[in-house]
């Protein structure tokens, strides 16, 4: 006997059916609604360095720590190759910071956190900062792992949140909106679910800009990972979604590949064409592809498939991906950036400095022209050393419906399905 299930869904729902083992398994996939995504960083996989090892050649605009933050192997989420290590007892705030990204007007983070060690005392493990640094709001962790939200001030708003444990690691997010002082929203989430919900708590502040990561009170005893961070300007206040983030590599020459002198004399050895000189990890300004012509000159590449690379993304939403490339040039000069086949004007500079843009796109990159950049008939010598896509993502949720059922029932699951009406017709 045949059967086929027909979905009436909204447009935030899509279901994929497979059939296997006389059962149905549906993917459940939250489509999100049209938002602008600001940051996305998977927690170190995309040039495994150390956050800001060297000024500018980082995906984050700040660090702070003595010891710094760095990348660790000890504890990773799923099957990344890295997270972000933030030592605890240091002799200073140790913290990444990505500046620019969030918005008073509504915004969302979510990233995976991961404890070794809780806290000796109530400490930050996230926050939000206006853009001179002046903290506005804090996620924070009592020593028992109590999670709390906290004003610039030292003052708990809202009630206490669940309860954290270490050796285990929890996606957490905060979607909110500030008006004033006393008109705000704030929606703390644990593994999708609503944990902390504050409606007009009393700020002593607004003009949120910057999310600060990390043991930012200098805690004795907190010991913590991060990775998947992602953040965009969503005013639903709602939660983001079980968004993971990866790194993509490229592995092939694309339409075009004109820098055609090299830089050094080796590679990662992973990929063709002139991919091995601009894949390696840890990134490195040893190998690349220069060029110095007035005429127009593009460098450009294929990455890896969905199911290449760090992490297998076959049926995974595609929530949006961001392109990244490390460069410099003889003199400061404008050249281009190119991501899925679009080109958009970037500031070079002398010194190598890591430069992204984010494609504004839900379709996984088609090949070809996925990371590039050209040199804008500029008549100065452009040199490449490293590139990559990075990809935000929902992983595939799987549901277990027996063949016989005639109505869909869902209990004890962290997949919601609302509004959707669901037709089942047997053949």
């Known amino acids: 006997m045949k059967r086929f299930l027909n979905f009436y869904l909204p447009t935030f729902l899509s279901i994929t059916l497979i059939t296997a083992g006389g059962f149905f398994w549906l993917n459940v996939h939250n489509a ?3 938002v602008t995504v600001t940051f996305m960083e998977p927690g170190g996989d995309a040039d495994f360095q150390p956050p800001m090892a060297v000024l500018n050649i980082s995906f984050w605009s700040v660090k702070n720590g003595s010891p710094l933050p760095t990348t660790a192997t000890d504890f990773v989420h799923g099957n990344h190759k890295k997270s972000i290590n933030y030592p605890a007892g240091g002799a200073a705030s140790c913290f990444l910071q990505k ?14 956190i991961y404890l070794n060690a809780l806290p000796t005392a109530t400490a930050n493990i996230f926050a939000f900062y206006n853009s001179v640094g002046t903290q506005k709001v804090a996620v924070r962790l009592t020593s028992a792992g109590v999670l709390q939200l906290w004003d610039a001030a030292n003052a708990q708003i809202g009630t206490n949140g669940s309860t954290l444990s270490t050796g285990t690691w929890y996606r957490i997010s905060l979607a909110y909106t500030i008006t004033n002082t006393t008109t705000n929203e704030f929606r703390l989430f644990k593994n999708g679910s609503l944990d902390i919900s504050v ?3 009393t700020l002593t502040g607004t003009g949120t800009n910057a999310w600060r990561i990390g043991n930012i009170n200098t805690d004795a005893t907190l010991d913590m990972r991060s990775s998947d961070h992602y953040a965009d300007n969503s005013s639903s206040l709602t939660d983001t979604g079980n968004i993971w983030v990866t790194a993509k590599r490229p592995i092939a020459n694309g339409t075009n590949n004109q820098w055609t002198t090299q830089v050094g004399s080796g590679g990662s050895g992973y990929g063709t064409g002139h991919s091995p000189q601009v894949n390696e990890r840890a990134q490195s300004d040893v190998n ?3 060029i110095q012509s007035a005429s127009l000159q593009t460098e450009e590449y294929s990455i890896e498939s969905v199911s290449q690379g760090d992490i297998d993304i076959t049926g995974a939403t595609i929530v949006d991906f961001m ?9 400061n000069s404008t050249g281009n ?5 679009t080109a958009s004007n970037i500031s070079v500079t002398t010194g190598e400095k890591y430069f992204t843009k984010v494609a ?3 379709t996984y990159p088609a090949g070809n022209t996925d990371i590039g950049i050209d040199n804008n008939s500029v008549n100065q010598l452009f040199s490449l050393y490293e590139a990559g896509i990075i990809v935000a993502y929902i992983p595939a949720a799987a549901v277990v419906v027996p063949p016989v059922t ?3 029932l869902i209990e004890n699951s962290k997949v919601k399905i609302m509004n959707a009406k669901i037709k089942l017709q047997f053949q």
Request: net charge positive.
């Open 199 to 201: 409606t007009n708590a």
């Open 406 to 408: 005639r109505g869909l």
């Open 288 to 290: 690349g592809w220069s």
């Open 360 to 362: 504004g796109s839900t």
């Open 32 to 34: 999100q609604a049209v």
């Open 99 to 112: 500046t620019g990204i969030l918005a008073d007007t509504g915004s969302r983070v979510s990233l995976y």
């Open 323 to 331: 392109g990244w490339v490390n460069a410099n040039v003889g003199s």
């Open 337 to 341: 950036i190119i991501v899925a086949g």
